[in-house]
């Protein structure tokens, strides 16, 4: 129970000290906001989430320099958490898939392979201690170990009163509990059933002893040897799910032995069937012969969670006084690691408003709409991918495309966040970070920036992809016939952005960011969107003299 500040008011109280609030609480804290976090529970604590992606990170890169906090670029790379953090995460430097058919050896023409930059696979339970405590460095309170009594929202201000009878008050309330959501219960906001198209659910645990997957494939080829597979995230799929294995033992500077797995299943086509999750996580993977190799030595370190349909949604995250956070308005499924992009996508332009609003003593709610309509929308746009994803899952071609499609759109939202964001961001801070104008962040114009959808362009061969996908589950064509649809489709976009070479489906082993020709040819494209495409259609924007500065300064991103 850590209280720095003998008052019992604050300016905002976060329910919750994960990852979420602890990095809100951090943000607040340092721009002089009095804030408390109350959470049931205490640090080290375990929690899910642990994949990290290219976005994941730029977004801590803009966090980090938007808000001038040095220990939030920290979590941007594997080798910044190792020197900084723990030596406990593991490393990420591919995103492999390999299709599996049932009682066969994964088949060697059936793998893909991505290079991916140094990410990482956090172990939450110390990546999260650590951000309780740079909160608390910054000057924010947590009281752990704490059981909610009553909350009460006024038109002046919240109440909030703990089991022990203490009262804490604020101007206002941020819900950053997860899952189990207080405020989502308050104002029964969660939608039953949800509104999501994602039907899935998912077994999960810790394991030590699980083999490098490298030494359970057959027929390696020189082509993709570009990296090891265990030096990544590996998804095992199959006809109806997926299985995850997340190593945290997978680089000579790590020091954790443990491998993260989770096996997420169509709930229509798996139902849940009264089997203990180790029977039904053994009994599956004896149906894969090269998934059932890379577990034979394998042991547990902590109990199976086993969840009913993972999908859940609210159908507003704020209200007077209060915003609920990504993962505790809702969540879809752990595919493509979306949950911590869309946390740290709200927090970038949230804590900006919650601080003009402690400026300006104006707490009013229509303030917080349009970013909670854009998180709504954000989860939409993610869940339908999620969906069609699964129905992609059913066939090595229209997977194998469909990843592409995938990809080229994470791209996309990349390039938007360090073409136009990190990138003037890196200038400025070049000698050092600087205090920037945050204001400009509670704009309603920054929402387009940190917006991950490409609006336009990006979108349309998305959503047109997603049709193609929608037809196969409807019956009406064929999966290979989707996949052939789709191809075109990506044939079409334009040539320099076809010339990454990323649509080529035969281009199976990319190690995409080191790609000479991957570089080059989205440099060109982002001159071409520049150059030739109106505003409003640029799936991306930046500004020539920040690139000149860029290139002057020796900045890389
Ligand atoms: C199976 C699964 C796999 C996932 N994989 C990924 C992934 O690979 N990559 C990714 O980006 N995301 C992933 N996610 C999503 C990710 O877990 C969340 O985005 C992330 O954990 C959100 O962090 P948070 O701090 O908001 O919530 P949490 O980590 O859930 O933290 C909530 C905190 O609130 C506290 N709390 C809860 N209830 C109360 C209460 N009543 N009172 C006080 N305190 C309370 C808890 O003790 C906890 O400390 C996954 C999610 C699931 C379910």
Sequence with gaps: MIIQDSSQEFDVIILGSGISGSILATILAKHQARVLMLDKSTHPRFAIGEAMTSHTESLLSVLSHQYSIPELDYLSSFPKINQNITTSCGYKRAFGFLYHHENQEQ????????????????????????????????????LSQTIIDTINIYQEGVEVTIKTGEKYTANYLVDASGYKSMLAEKFQLRKNPTRCTCHSRSIFTHMVGVKNIDDCLSGISNQENILPWYQGTVHHVFDGGWMWVIPFNNHENSTNPICSVGLNLDIRRFPKNGKSPEQEFQDL???????????????????????????????????????????????????????????????????????????????????????????Q?????????????????????????????????????????????????????????????????????????????????????????????????????????????????????????????????????????????????????AFWVKLFLKKEDRPFDFKFKNFIDAVRLGIKV
């Design 107 to 142: 088949s060697a023409q059936e793998r893909i392979l991505w290079g991916v930059t140094q990410s990482s696979h956090l172990f939450r339970q110390d990546i999260d201690n650590y951000f309780a405590n740079v909160a608390i460095k910054y000057g924010a309170n947590l």
């Design 285 to 375: 993977i004896a149906k894969f012969p090269s998934v059932a190799t890379q577990f034979e030595d394998a042991q547990l370190v902590r109990d199976w969670v086993s969840t009913g349909r993972m999908q859940y949604s609210s159908h507003s995250c704020t209200g007077e006084r209060f915003y609920i956070l990504p993962h505790a308005t809702g969540f879809i499924d752990p595919i493509f690691s979306v949950g911590l992009i869309q946390t740290f996508t709200t927090i970038s332009p949230l804590a900006a408003l919650i601080l003009k609003a402690i400026a300006n003593n104006d707490f009013s709610s229509q303030q917080f709409t349009a970013l909670a309509k854009l998180q």
């Design 377 to 525: 929308k954000i989860f939409d746009y993610y869940d339908h991918i999620a969906h069609h994803t699964y129905i992609a899952f059913s066939n090595f071609h229209l997977m194998n495309i469909w990843l592409r499609v995938w990809l080229l759109q994470h791209t996309m939202s990349v390039a938007k966040i360090i073409w136009s964001q990190l990138l003037g961001f890196l200038i400025v801070d070049k000698d050092g970070y600087q205090e920037k104008n945050i204001l400009q962040f509670a704009e309603i114009d920054y929402l387009n920036d940190i917006n991950p959808m490409t609006e336009g362009w990006g979108n349309s061969y998305v959503y047109k992809a997603m049709a193609e996908i929608a037809k196969v589950e409807q019956g009406l064509i064929s999966a290979d016939a989707a996949a052939a649809n789709i191809q075109s489709l990506v044939n079409s976009t334009n040539w320099l952005f076809r010339s990454c070479g990323l649509v080529n489906p035969d281009n199976r082993f990319m190690d995409v960011f080191d790609s000479p020709r991957y570089n080059f040819s989205f440099l060109a494209y």
